[in-house]
């Protein structure tokens, strides 16, 4: 059974409908017991970082989701759920992140070649590199959405895409995954992502 963590920002029922499209049992919720019952959780997210960790933080869930993670429970973020992984980013300011891996999320913004349009927003291809989330998936394509990035995460890179520059598409470690792309969005492969984590 998948929990879908709710705080206020995420793609939550479209999200719920794609486990639901795999066979899977899932739930939204806000709620810390509940989730706690979970064999697995999921952490969405769209908007701005700064506003989804405070959401976080004062629901007392980013607690919830440290302990969750350090106790074994599979943990995928996807899109801003997986930026707030990371230790910190720099959208608009400077902002802690869970700290559940090493890295920073800094923006696409003078980072690309001259031309690149922000947000990267489409269909790209996957380079997997390592982790066990996406070994099927080399050279598969799926679907971005975002302007910032994660960086300095090479203890916990598992795919790259290519937007000028080599982008972070994907983390794992140990039992903590993350997708800047959307799962939910991306088809039949963006499933067997659901579908490989739900086996984790």
């Known amino acids: 059974m998948v929990g879908i963590i709710d705080y206020g920002v995420g793609n939550l029922f479209s999200l719920r409908s794609s486990f639901g499209a795999i066979g899977e049992e899932a739930f939204v919720s ?42 074994g429970k599979p943990l995928l973020g996807i899109c801003l759920g997986m930026q707030l992984l990371f230790e910190k980013s720099f959208e608009y300011g400077e902002h802690e992140g869970l700290g559940l891996l090493k890295g920073r999320v800094i923006p696409m913004e003078g ?22 989330l996406l070994q099927a998936m080399d050279g598969k394509y799926v679907y971005f959405v975002h302007s910032y990035f994660a960086d300095g995460c090479d203890d916990s890179l598992a795919a790259v895409t290519e937007y000028g520059v080599p982008i972070t598409a994907a983390v794992e470690r140990g039992n903590v995954f993350g997708c800047q792309f959307h799962p939910e969005k991306s088809g039949s492969v963006g499933l067997s ?3 490989a984590f739900c086996s984790m």
Not at 52 to 60: D, I
Not at 114 to 130: D, F, T
């Open 111 to 132: 980072r690309l070649p001259a031309g690149l349009k922000i947000p990267h927003m489409g269909w790209n291809r996957l380079e997997v590199r390592s982790g066990r």
């Open 193 to 195: 992502i659901l579908r």
């Open 30 to 71: 806000g709620g810390p017991e509940q989730l706690a019952a979970a064999d697995r959780l999921v952490l969405p997210g769209v908007g701005a970082f700064g506003d989804a960790a405070n959401k976080l933080h004062q629901s007392g869930l980013d607690r919830f989701v440290r302990e969750q993670a350090a106790a």
